[in-house]
């Protein structure tokens, strides 16, 4: 109880490091968005929530707030703020945002120590929850201002677990119904909810092939399905997807297969055997020939949707890189390294095989799940990194039974009273020489295995996953620390000294950002539905100053805003993010005028120097990023407009803009924003 | 947009005159034998300080004479101060009309003492107005310095006749573009336009003066300040304040080049930053805006102030604007007086924000502890009071009171106190640590009470007899805890014996252990123990006594030890077992 309740404020605090060393506020794109949103939540209540049509984003076209979000994150916090304002806690909503993140960490630690308790026994719990407290691939989801939709699913998730095991374990429907409502929690936070309802019914599957079938799981199965996906249905976003796309396709038919299980089990039991198996061929037959035509006729009508391309790509780890340019360009969505394995677990990716022989070594309905969980998580974490956090907590929660079971078993040949020492020395165990030594040496191998875990989960929070990237941060050459606030710095200035409706052109990256802080409409954001507007900006970014002028008067744009870091070294920044907008730009119709060779050297580099091609030399982005960069001196024994980032000298240093003028640049030039110029008047 | 503004401002300050319905009438005896006018163009605002000679040329003494703002300023009109020449009392200033000139703005002057028929008194008035310099040109680029034109009255505009006066017009630097050059005498030097002497002119006599010159001192102004003091009695005062700024300048014309800014420092007009004044006392500062903490401050913690210099997100260029928010606490006892349940708070109405600074409009909210009454507020200037409201914050049950308190146009002149009265009764301290304490004592209460019942509707057999044996597990448990003490008391004693052969006290010790044992014995029945602590005993009799050699004494005594350590571990493993 003590050992928990310090995880589970240990992950709650370690996720704290970046408030102190930055501030109280939100990170990186995304939780922009939802803050905003949670904030018009708070504001206008539920219905005028549900029913926003936003006209800041996506301009011209709008967006229906309510209608594509899940809706969980902003609920959750919302109720939390009217129940701290109802007992005249006056606290802000952005700090209820920011810190809801490391309290449900706080809460995934419990549940966590309540999962592997039912999988194995209350050793493993402690050990896993100490685990997740801190496991880095976790962290980087949940550190406090991380406000994303992943920080409460991760502990939907595992809940929905935990209640299933529950479930299955005592086959109670009052079990069976507190599954569907944490499943329904977690289908209205993440669209992550799809693996749930994928591994549900694959654990059942995979229980009725090693027959281990029987009411327990039926009764579990078929009302956590029933009430699951009628409740699931009532998020907007959702919708009829549970019954009509094919992602759900599989619990449906486990469902109906369930239901034919239990039926030929009520059969056989009636009939006798030769009777039960003319029977069952025939229905066997019938079954597949309908089911398949079924979902012929589905497919060919539309009223099952084809797999959309996140889940192809899920499936087949090329496939993005070669079809959707947009879904590729994400880093998120890249396969995982190896490294990256390491880096977020350490020493869970040795624990975790250990886990897996121990749960195989004594095979139970709850151990067939969280092997199945564990094993196709691992292949999906393989494939995206972002799911690496699905990863984690199984990753803990095997590694936990691991260690657990590991330290059992030595702790038992450990001699740890000298009285006993004198006993056992008469009645050695001879087929078992250093029984004692090997115990000793296990046992302090798996503490140093723990300290060095602990020691490796705090620095990775406080160096990697701490820095909200909102505001930057350098040491400088006397040791300080130089803080870069440009992005603030911009979207203030947009804030204030922009008409109200002024629309912004920026890529898409920055979209949620602007609209959260600098309170302008915007043409494209995170949320990519589009992926012909988006390709439109892309467009837009990769013409020529003319072309580009076309595409802006086309949008009525007026403020265009790009990040640019060759002064101060910042690398993920527009020039570098280019090719992926000449990608996605030239991957629809009106843009393909737009060659990806044409932006490369003969050679097949891509060049900023006076080798680049004059393609990209004269290409908006370049033009904006570079105006009057050609003047500046950036580093000592450098000429002038020598970029940092790519080191190298810029190839087209004097020009002017006709259709722009610069608007803003901020203190370090990250952020500069040019005004789109009215049309000439005729005849001047 | 300024139009608008400064028609709103003047406005406001009609709206004054009309609520003061109040009446003069000029009196012609009143003649101003000399007035000195100096004019401070120098910064964004218009400081006039006249020294008027007053003679009384009629038959009657004179309380009070009065002041005419010129026409051309009469809407920018910020402060208007008098004293007597040479002395710090300030007379009694207040707005009034004329039945006769019903357009113009006059102020009444109270003269200290009645100025007798003959006699004559000089008086100096100072005056402020904001905006009342318009840039010229309106529209400057990044690089072009920024010009003003000042617009006002050759002659000193007074309701009465004036025989002799000048007037200097002090601009910022030597730059003057050019000046009203009639009527004569008009004379440049340095930084200074001179006029005058003029000799004997009429009242409300006018003659255009106008100066166009260069001034790249800070155009800054607050557009809107709110002000929020929350008053605590545990010690603290919290001050925020809300301000939302413009560049009130001429406004940027074209782009802004940062390349051009950081390499050729220009954009002279433009605001980079600029310092604020705390109280001394001022802790935990803080400057934020709406997006989280700015970054670009520095505190410098002076004898007497502390100096927060500014960096807004951007520098602001004509027309720019921003908005931020600073706040900080002071302790109580150097602002909040009181006597039994009486109650004072003597703080500044507003505070410093920047050099010369000029505020549209303010908002002084002053947040009071829950239970205060009886509020009486007295300022230094008059001010429109606002519609109290209610506050709640952290454990409130009824709400703090809130004095909204509004004014309009106010230049640094306006830092004074306020005092706000009220009566607070000290026991009401009490009332929100009382709440905690309430609050866990009933969740508490709650826990006892969930224990205690048993909500289930059907018996958990297994449950209640699996709890029945875990108390009697306890109970032998504590049995043979006793027991193995027992035991222990008698190895003592025997040792005792031993060593010191007092068979008298060891008489004594077993008696009491021998009782102590038949009454645990009664709940236990494992006697084998005793019956071995009763061979050492008699083994022990024997030794001392003589009966047996010590060899043979040790050896029995040995054999008997390891039983008893054997019965011991096993003793041992049945606690264990149980536990």
């Known amino acids: ?684 | 947009m300024r139009g608008v503004l400064h028609f709103l401002i003047g406005l406001t300050v009609i709206f004054c005159i009309e609520c003061k319905v109040k009446q003069d009438a000029i009196d012609g005896a009143i003649v101003n034998s000399k007035v000195d006018r100096k004019i401070d163009v120098s910064t964004h605002l218009v400081k006039m300080s006249t020294s008027i000679t007053l003679e009384n040329t009629g038959k009657s003494p004179i309380k009070s004479f009065l002041y005419a703002l010129e026409p051309s300023l009469q809407n920018y009109l910020s402060i208007i101060t008098a004293n007597v020449k040479d002395k710090d009392e300030k007379l009694g200033v207040s707005q009034t009309t004329v039945a006769s000139k019903k357009d113009l703005s006059f102020w009444r002057i109270e003269l200290p003492s009645n100025l007798e028929p003959g006699k004559t008194m000089t008086v100096d008035v100072d005056s402020s107005y904001a905006h009342a310099l318009t840039p010229y040109p309106a529209e400057i680029t990044q690089s072009q310095k920024q010009q003003v034109l000042y617009n006002g009255n050759v002659y000193f505009f007074s309701p009465y006749s004036t025989k002799s006066q000048t007037t200097t017009v002090t601009t910022t630097n030597t730059a003057i573009e050019s000046y009203s050059k009639s009527p004569k005498p008009v004379s440049q030097t340095d930084r200074t336009v001179t006029y005058g002497p003029y000799e004997q002119r009429e009242a409300f006599s006018e003659a255009e003066l106008r100066v166009h010159y260069e001034n790249n001192s800070p155009f800054l102004t607050v557009t809107n300040l709110e002000r929020i003091i929350e008053v605590s009695h545990w010690g603290n005062i919290a001050v925020e304040e809300h301000i939302s700024m413009r560049h009130t300048g001429a406004l940027l014309k074209g782009p802004f080049s940062r390349y051009d800014y950081q390499r050729a420092q220009d954009g002279l007009s433009s605001i980079k930053a600029f310092k604020t004044v705390l109280p001394a006392a001022a802790r935990d500062v803080y400057y934020r805006d709406e997006i989280g903490n700015i970054s670009t401050s520095n505190l410098k913690e002076m004898d007497d102030f502390v100096e927060l210099e500014l960096r807004p997100r951007f520098p602001l260029f004509g027309g720019w604007k921003t908005q931020y928010y600073i706040g900080y606490n002071v302790p109580s006892y150097q602002y909040l007086f009181n006597k039994g349940d009486n109650y004072a708070l003597k703080m500044r109405f507003v505070d410093h924000i920047f050099d010369d600074m000029v505020v549209d409009q303010v908002t002084v909210k002053i947040i009071l502890p829950e239970g205060a009454k009886n509020m009486r507020l007295e300022t230094p200037y008059p001010v429109t009071q606002g519609e109290n409201q209610l506050h709640f914050t952290y454990l409130d049950t009824t709400g703090r009171p809130v004095i909204v308190i509004h004014k309009s146009n106010l230049v640094e002149q306006h830092i004074q106190d306020f005092q706000l009265h009220y009566t607070f009764q000290k026991l009401l301290l009490l009332q929100e640590p009382l709440i905690v304490v309430g609050a866990f004592y009933l969740l508490f209460l709650a826990v006892i009470v969930y224990v205690r019942l048993d909500f289930s509707i059907t018996k958990d057999e297994a449950k209640e007899s699996k709890m029945r044996v875990a108390s009697l597990v306890e109970e032998v448990q504590s049995a043979h805890d006793r027991r193995s003490a027992l035991y222990q008391s008698y190895d003592d004693a025997i040792n005792k014996y031993k060593s010191t052969k007092d068979a008298n006290t060891f008489a004594a010790t077993r008696k009491k252990v021998d009782a102590d044992y038949k009454s645990l014995t009664q709940q236990i029945s494992d006697r084998q123990y005793k019956d071995l602590v009763a061979l050492a005993i008699t083994l022990a009799e024997k030794l001392v006594s003589g009966k047996i050699n010590k060899q043979q004494y040790l050896d029995n005594e040995k054999i008997n030890k390891t039983k008893r350590e054997d019965l011991d571990s096993k003793m041992e493993a049945l606690r264990s077992s149980l536990a």
Request: aromatic share 16%.
């Open chain 1, 1 to 684: 109880m003590l050992v928990l309740s310090i995880a589970a404020i240990l992950s709650f605090s370690t996720r704290l490091f970046s408030v102190l060393r930055f501030e109280s506020v939100i990170h990186e794109f995304d939780p922009y968005f939802n803050y905003r949103t949670t904030r018009y939540l708070t504001e206008e209540g539920f219905y005028s929530f549900h029913n926003w049509f936003d006209d800041r984003a996506w301009y011209p076209l709008g967006r229906i707030i309510g209608g594509t979000i899940y809706p969980g994150l902003m609920v959750t916090s919302a109720v939390f703020y009217h129940a701290l304002w109802f007992f005249n806690i006056t606290i802000d909503i952005r700090n209820v945002c920011v810190f809801l993140a490391p309290m449900f960490s706080s809460f995934t630690t419990l549940v966590t120590y309540w999962f592997t308790k039912e999988l194995k026994d209350a050793g493993a719990g402690l050990v896993a929850a100490a685990m997740i407290a801190i496991v880095p691939g976790y962290i980087s989801r949940s550190v406090a201002g991380s406000y994303d939709n992943e920080g409460i699913a991760i502990f939907c998730m595992l809940l929905t677990y935990a209640l299933w095991i529950k479930s299955v374990k005592t086959g109670s429907l009052f079990w069976s119904c507190l599954c569907a409502l944490a499943y329904f929690y977690m289908v209205s936070s993440w669209g992550g909810y799809v693996f749930l309802i994928n591994l549900i019914p694959l654990h059942v599957l995979a229980l009725m092939l090693t027959g281990r079938f029987s009411h327990r799981i039926y009764v579990a199965y078929s009302a956590v399905y029933c009430i699951g996906t009628i409740l699931s249905m009532q998020i907007s976003f959702v919708g009829f997807q549970p019954v009509q796309s094919s992602e759900h396709m599989a619990a449906l038919g486990v469902f109906g297969l369930c239901q034919m299980h239990a039926f030929i089990d009520y059969v056989r039991s009636k009939l006798s055997v030769e009777q039960f198996n003319i029977l069952f061929r025939s229905i066997v037959l019938m079954g597949a020939v309908v089911s398949l035509s079924v979902a012929a006729i589905g497919t060919a009508t539309g009223k099952i949707s084809p797999w959309t391309g996140r889940f192809y790509s899920l499936l087949d780890p090329s496939y993005a890189k070669n079809n959707i340019p947009i879904i590729a360009s994400v880093s998120e969505h890249q396969p995982t390294t190896w490294s990256s394995f390491y880096f977020d677990l350490q020493m869970l990716t040795i624990m975790f095989p250990a886990g897996l022989y121990f749960c195989f070594n004594r095979l139970t309905d709850a151990n067939i799940f969280i092997i199945m969980y564990g094993v196709t998580s691992i292949y999906f974490a393989g494939v995206m990194v972002r799911l690496m956090l699905v990863l984690a907590p199984v990753m803990c929660i095997l590694s936990g039974i691991g260690v657990s079971s590991t330290l059992n078993t030595y702790m038992k040949n450990l001699d740890v009273s000298r009285k006993d020492k004198k006993t056992s020395k008469k009645n050695v165990d001879h087929t078992y020489p250093f029984k004692n030594e090997v115990a000793t040496g296990v046992v302090f191998l798996v503490t140093a295995f723990l300290i060095t875990y602990t020691f490796h989960c705090t620095w990775v929070t406080s160096e990697a996953y701490s820095s909200p990237s909102i505001v930057l941060s350098a040491r400088a050459g006397d040791g300080g620390r130089i803080i870069f606030d440009d992005f603030r710095e911009a979207y203030y200035w947009l804030r204030h000294n922009t008409p109200e409706d002024a629309k912004v052109m920026s890529w898409w990256d920055y979209g949620y950002q602007i609209t959260a802080m600098a309170n302008r409409t915007i043409l494209v954001d995170n949320n990519t539905w589009n992926n012909t507007h988006i390709s439109r900006v892309g467009q837009a970014m990769a013409s020529t100053e003319d072309k580009a002028y076309e595409i802006m008067r086309e949008l009525d744009v007026n403020y265009v805003l790009v990040i640019f870091g060759g002064l101060t070294g910042y690398s993920s920044d527009d020039i570098n993010k280019f090719l992926w907008m000449v990608r996605i730009g030239g991957s629809t119709d009106r843009g393909a005028h737009i060659k990806e060779a044409d932006y490369y050297t003969p050679q097949g580099e891509f060049r900023i120097d006076k080798e680049g091609s004059p393609t990209l030399l004269n290409c908006l982005m370049y033009k904006m990023c570079y105006y009057r960069f050609g003047e500046v001196y950036t580093e000592g024994g450098k000429p002038t407009g020598y970029d940092r980032v790519r080191n190298a000298e810029i190839g087209n240093k004097n020009f002017d803009l006709d259709v722009l003028e610069e608007a803003y640049t901020t203190e370090h030039w990250l952020v500069r924003i040019y005004k789109v110029k009215d049309l000439d008047n005729r005849g001047a």
